[in-house]
């Protein structure tokens, strides 16, 4: 019988394996819906059961339908982003209000829920670091009450939005598109810059789970090529294909393209002519791994963005 040392070999060839192989596109046409305690319709994208190699990350998109409301529940972090819909999360017993293209960050372990009071569906994408809470046996997920419809006058109690921060140290927990920052550092057609770390922009204190940017790319463009741990892009606008090590994976609107925990070199590409628009999740662990990663740094082979074909 093969000794315990015998077995991290074999776990670590497996994942040398199993990493270059594993699907980058969760396709937004064949989602699994399903329905859960917490969310009426729910559906998995990039998530460790439907096949990606994540570093102990996932991304799901939900949808509330008209007049519901989600669960209550408290977990670890998570970093949402409106992609439809009006209404409010509920968080810590505060309302902070969201519309279409709003981003919104649960602090650790805080109870929350959206409410939907539109008049369409909410549809909104989740990015949380479940996986790796549970690794590292600090998965905590309780839940409160269960989705539903919403009773008259359930959230009368609740105070209308006095604040986008967080009562208890001032982070940030809401921000509409109106109040993205443009960023004038990019590597690509243009940057929003969206949830930051440390509270120094934008007042977000994103550890675990963060949207941190929107990436715009220009028709017949492509972005800087380089190499970083974990990282996901969600299209929201347009298609286009990245290259991820030594494939190429096309990708449209609604889907989400997975850059694997690692070092893979990896450039995105939009050859149609019109604009893309990526919406770009990170997680926390990357800075863990990179400060002890010996001798890391970005690779970068083209600085900028350029033209799709430099000889062109
Ligand atoms: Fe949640
Ligand atoms: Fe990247």
Redesign the pocket.
Known sequence: MADFYENWLAQSERIELEVPEAPRVAHGKSLEWVQTRQDAKAALMIAPETGFTTGGSLLMKAEIPVGWHTGLHAHGEEAIYVEQGDGFLVLDGQRYEFHARTVLHVPYRSKHQLVNTGSTPVVYLSGLAWPLEVGVNLGHMEQIEEAGANADGAYDSVPAEESQYWPEDGRRIAMHEHQYELSNETKHGATYFLMGRNGNKNGFKATAAAISSIFVELPHSKSHS?A?PE?YLYALQGRGYSKIGDKEYTWEQGDAVH?PPGMMH?QHFNPSDGETRELRFEFGVRYWFTEQWKGYRTIDKDLKHSPLHDDE
Do not use: C, E, T, Y
Request: hydrophobic share 40%; aromatic share 0%.
């Open positions: 380089h970083h990282a850059v990896h």
